[in-house]
């Protein structure tokens, strides 16, 4: 049964950017924040929407290791390049911005391709692959993040959950979006199973004794602590291929740090020698690739669409009704929540509570 409480898009739109705007994030950027926000929850990705607005977003400013004024600095460009510095300020707000560049270049060039150092939380990633396919375009995203995956054979948490995300344009009426974690899961998931309550199941998380740990709360406390680690992507050691997971994740590091001579790994740990928080100084990059340049983009939308298809029509295992391409399920939600609106859970409507008692926004609330 379905408890959560469903409020408008328009309620929670006004409500961030109000919350955005009370500390200090220019209206205009508080806006993006806000919709990548919701992005989450339109592809039913609740573990990175309005659930994290307060906790990643809100509480992060007020700690002061993350500013609400994004100021970018462009340290270097070529005609298809460039490298910014978003010196702490709003993932979200220099991503969009560094996407919109990439997008720009690859419109005169064929490609494009942006990096950024010293960045904030940048939500959902397939946002901005989205950005680019809504061009016409293949979009590419990935960032590092706090230390929470243990390489192959380790049990210390050394790589982020680094996403590696793809946006591809298709003749089909959503896109083809991957955008998934290298690990097995993501610290944002187990943050979800905490506040609902649920255990994180077996196997997605590994102890400094080699063991699996199931406790969603005392999981994030470990991976803070660096008791606990998750496994990459594909499970802990080498018989289910857990070593893919770790070198694509490493990947994802080297090119949110090396392009942009950026922290890496135990640097973005989020706190000094002496436990205190300081800011997380994240490395993005982001990639555009013009279909137009190729063979053309309706040629290469519709063969996308072709293999999509095939792919769903194939042979379905024993039981099951569907096979599924990448995108489709968080369309298939979106048609089911744009007239219903977005859900809140318990605890990310006592958020809703608190933020808006805490800035005095004086909002009337819908639950």
């Not at 200090?24 to 609740?46: H, Q, T, Y």
């Not at 029509?313 to 099951?320: C, D, F, I, L």
């Not at 609106?341 to 008692?357: F, Q, R, T, Y």
Request: glycine residues 10%.
């Amino acid at each position: 049964m379905d408890d959560r409480v469903y409020v408008s898009w328009e309620f929670i739109e006004d409500f961030m950017v109000s919350a955005f705007k009370n500390i200090g994030v220019p209206e205009n950027d508080a806006k993006i924040c806000a919709d990548i926000l919701m992005e989450s929850d339109r592809r039913g990705i609740e573990s990175h929407g309005v659930n994290r607005f307060k906790p990643i977003y809100i509480d992060r400013i007020n700690a002061g290791i993350q500013k609400p004024v994004t100021k970018i600095d462009v340290l270097r460009e070529t005609p298809t390049t460039a490298v910014f510095d978003a010196n702490d300020g709003m993932g979200m707000v220099v991503s969009y911005k560094a996407m919109q560049l990439a997008i720009e270049k690859a419109k005169k060039y064929g490609m494009g391709m942006v990096a950024v150092r010293n960045s904030t939380h940048y939500g959902i990633a397939g946002y901005y692959a989205t950005m680019a396919s809504k061009e016409g375009m293949i979009g590419i995203t990935g960032t590092n993040a706090r230390p929470s995956i243990a390489p192959t054979f380790g049990v210390e948490n050394m790589l982020g959950t680094n996403p590696l995300t793809f946006g591809i344009p298709t003749d089909e009426d959503f896109p083809f979006v991957l955008d998934c974690a290298t690990s097995i899961t993501q610290r944002g998931k187990i943050e979800y199973f905490a506040k609902t309550g649920k255990d994180t199941p077996s196997g997605m998380v590994v102890g400094r004794d080699g063991l699996p740990k199931t406790d969603s709360i005392q999981i994030l406390k470990d991976l803070v602590n660096n008791q606990a680690a998750l496994a990459p992507l594909g499970g802990i050691g080498e018989e289910l291929a857990g070593y893919k997971g770790y070198g694509y994740a490493t990947v994802v590091e080297i090119l949110s740090a090396a392009l942009q001579a950026g922290s890496f790994l135990k640097m973005l740990g989020g706190r000094d020698e002496s436990g205190n928080l300081t800011p997380y100084h994240l490395g993005h990059f982001f990639i555009a690739i013009d279909t137009e340049a190729f063979m053309g983009l309706e040629s290469f939308k519709k063969t996308a669409g072709d293999i999509l298809r095939d792919l769903r029509n194939s042979e379905k295992a024993p039981g099951e009704e569907k096979i599924f391409t990448a995108g489709e399920k968080e369309y298939l939600v979106w048609l089911e929540r744009k007239d219903k609106g977005v859900p809140l859970n318990e605890a990310c409507i006592d958020d809703i509570k608190k933020v808006n008692s805490m800035l005095n926004l004086n909002k009337k609330l819908p639950f």
